[in-house]
């Protein structure tokens, strides 16, 4: 039987085929692009297909790799206008394959990570994904996590300050570089938080890349990634949809320049249009956006150092990019906090 890292596959064959009808054998593919929890796609001999998501193999951080409260959030969103994937089955059992792990529906649809994929959407599309891409935030935003069991999933108040200490105390555990610049930010953020606009889902990492589309129209069809989701400020969901979404001229080099093709506005008419479907006021979208990218270094520095101790499964090629990168981004996140008067 081919060996899978991070997958007993006998025993979780055994533990699919009594919850679930598939025939096996069954085959286990790491789902390329995610540098989080490892997403397996499973096909049966038939051809349905699955998916598992378990923790990174080292480096396990437990707020932010916590299979049972990831399974739980998308459980309740299932009875929402919130598009997700339907949930199989939980187990939290680390003997069976080395660490909890949750199954839930295959979406078909495109994932665009990247400029190749968004070039198979047309321009039309990539609009629409735009436009759908917001609207869907809008509504988890909209959503009462009381309604639907989740009302002490979290504090509701002081989010970014939550926020700071907690990737503050996780760049302290994995830097592997100089990370002065990174802790001056922090302090300038934490000295010029802004009112917190209200309390909602907070999904904690909000990008085109985390959605699955209609290929055809862009619509979206499910939100992936569920792991970050706290409640707490919406606005921290914008701003770091506005880090992600690319711009021509100041590109990070880790990102993929999809959302630069024709068709994708740009990233202040996303926000535009967040604000009027929203109700919510935006006028200090410069600090979330120093925030966001304040946040991101802290996570792609713990990221490249669970890449290093073999986390993954494999040594990726991009590991050099990442230390690119999370200096890209300290600079971006001390311009933007400057720019803002922070």
Avoid at 191 to 219: F, K, S
Avoid at 223 to 248: C, F, I, K, R, S
Wanted: hydrophobic share 40%; aromatic share 6%.
């Amino acid at each position: 039987m081919t060996r899978v890292e991070g997958i007993e596959v006998g025993v979780v064959t055994q533990w699919l085929g009594g919850r679930l009808d598939i025939e096996s054998p069954l085959d286990f593919e790491v789902i390329a692009g995610g540098r989080s929890n490892l997403t397996y796609l499973v096909t049966d001999a038939r051809g349905r297909r699955l998916i598992l998501r378990r923790p990174p193999l080292h480096g396990v951080l437990a707020s932010a790799h916590d299979m049972g409260r990831e399974h739980r959030i998308i459980r309740a969103l299932e009875r929402t206008a919130v598009p997700v994937p339907t949930c199989l089955g939980f187990e939290p059992d680390a003997a069976v394959t080395g660490a909890p792990f949750y199954v839930m529906t295959y979406v078909d649809g495109s994932v665009v990570r990247d400029a190749p994929a968004a070039e198979r959407l047309t321009v039309a599309a990539r609009r629409t994904a735009a436009d759908s891409l917001v609207d869907v935030l809008v509504t988890i935003h909209a959503v009462d996590p009381d309604e639907i069991g989740l009302g002490d999933l979290a504090r509701r108040d002081s989010y970014i300050v939550r926020q700071l200490r907690r990737w503050q105390a996780q760049l302290h555990h994995a830097a592997t570089h100089d990370r002065r610049l990174l802790d001056e930010i922090h302090d300038r953020l934490a000295a010029a938080i802004p009112d917190q606009v209200g309390t909602t889902i907070v999904h904690g990492d909000y990008r085109l890349d985390n959605l699955v589309v209609d290929p055809d129209t862009g619509a979206v069809r499910a939100v992936l990634d569920w792991e970050l989701t706290t409640l707490g400020d919406p606005l921290a969901d914008v701003g770091l949809l506005a880090v992600y979404w690319a711009a021509t001229d100041e590109p990070v080099e880790l990102f993929g320049q999809a959302t630069t093709l024709p068709g994708f506005p740009g990233s202040s008419e996303l926000v535009a249009r967040y604000a009027r479907l929203s109700g919510r006021d935006v006028s200090d979208l410069g600090f979330y956006l120093a925030f966001g990218y304040w946040k991101l270094a802290c996570i792609l520095e713990g990221v490249y150092q669970r890449q290093r101790l073999g986390a993954y499964g494999q040594v990726h090629r991009d590991t050099d990019v990442l230390r690119t990168a999370v200096r890209q981004l300290a600079q971006r996140a001390a311009d933007h906090a400057r720019e803002a008067g922070r």
